[in-house]
Nanobody, 125 residues
Framework: QVQLVESGGGLVQAGGSLKLSCAAS???????????LGWFRQAPGNEREFVGR????????IYADSVKGRFTISRDNAKNTVYLQMNSLTTEDTDVYYC???????????????WGQGTQVTVSS
């Protein structure tokens, strides 16, 4: 049973930084279903929002316009861990952040096979 576990969330002041991690267990990043790793975020009552995704090799990464230039996704396949470095945070970045895995490139949450439980990020003004 594949599990993704996020960590690194917390409370930070506007303008600050946080780095989220997502570690896989019960499977590896070389598995078919975990070729692409994505980050999403969701506020209560809102739809899950695409943040970015990274290819198996790490050579192809795309970001949502709302985070482009501020957030950086990376992955360490040897550690089965994907990261989300978040800089220049604003209060609008306050959300629960999720990592997810998919076999093919997609921004659609419904096409991701595995999900983490989420980690809360709160940005104070």
């Amino acid at each position: 049973q594949v599990q993704l576990v996020e960590s690194g969330g917390g409370l930070v002041q506007a303008g600050g930084s946080l780095k989220l991690s997502c570690a896989a267990s019960g499977g590896t990043f070389s598995d078919y279903a975990m070729g692409w790793l994505g980050w999403f975020r969701q506020a209560p009552g809102n739809e899950r929002e695409f943040v970015g995704r990274i290819s198996r090799s790490g050579g192809f990464i795309i970001y949502a316009d709302s985070v482009k230039g501020r957030f950086t996704i990376s992955r360490d396949n040897a550690k089965n861990t994907v990261y989300l470095q978040m800089n220049s945070l604003t209060t609008e970045d306050t959300d629960v952040y999720y990592c997810a895995a998919a076999p093919a490139p997609t921004n659609s949450p419904s096409l991701y096979y595995y999900w983490g439980q989420g980690t809360q990020v709160t940005v104070s003004s």
